[in-house]
């Protein structure tokens, strides 16, 4: 996979994962990223490409990643119908949310990163408060 800085003109190479990549997230100041890679969530760092942390706990399909605006914190959301965050420094799972009744589809911060929202396909988002 190839990341671009648009502004410097320049590309990281990160190593492919051994399943589709679905929707990445990048931290604000655009040195990690986050894919989706079946159950799990892998954090690579950009510039040089090497994998940082694999993040497992999810008992089916993650669906979405995002990062804190700090990028302290990362969320995923999956078809286990929780929501999870993680630390992002040491890969450890802080908190499982659960109270969703089917597969979570999104997961957001919202810009001071103080709430975090997820949509599920039981037609409800939820709105948490994950620090």
Do not use: C, Q, Y
Request: proline letters at 6%; zero cysteines; glycine letters at 10%.
């Amino acid at each position: 996979m190839i990341v671009w800085d648009v502004a410097l003109r320049s590309r990281a190479n990160l190593p492919p994962d051994k399943v589709r990549v679905l929707r990445p997230d990048i931290t604000p100041d655009g040195r990690l990223k986050a894919n989706i890679s079946g159950k799990r969530v892998t954090i690579f760092d950009v510039p040089s490409g090497r994998l940082l942390h694999t993040l497992s706990g999810h008992d089916d399909r993650v669906r979405s990643v995002a990062f804190s605006p700090d990028g302290r914190l990362l969320a995923s959301g999956s078809d286990d119908n929780k929501v999870k965050i993680w630390e992002v420094a040491s890969g450890r799972l802080l908190h499982t949310l659960s109270g969703h009744g089917d597969w979570v589809r999104s997961v957001a911060f919202s810009p001071d990163g103080r709430l975090l929202a997820s949509g599920s396909d039981d037609g409800t988002v939820k709105i948490w408060g994950p620090a």
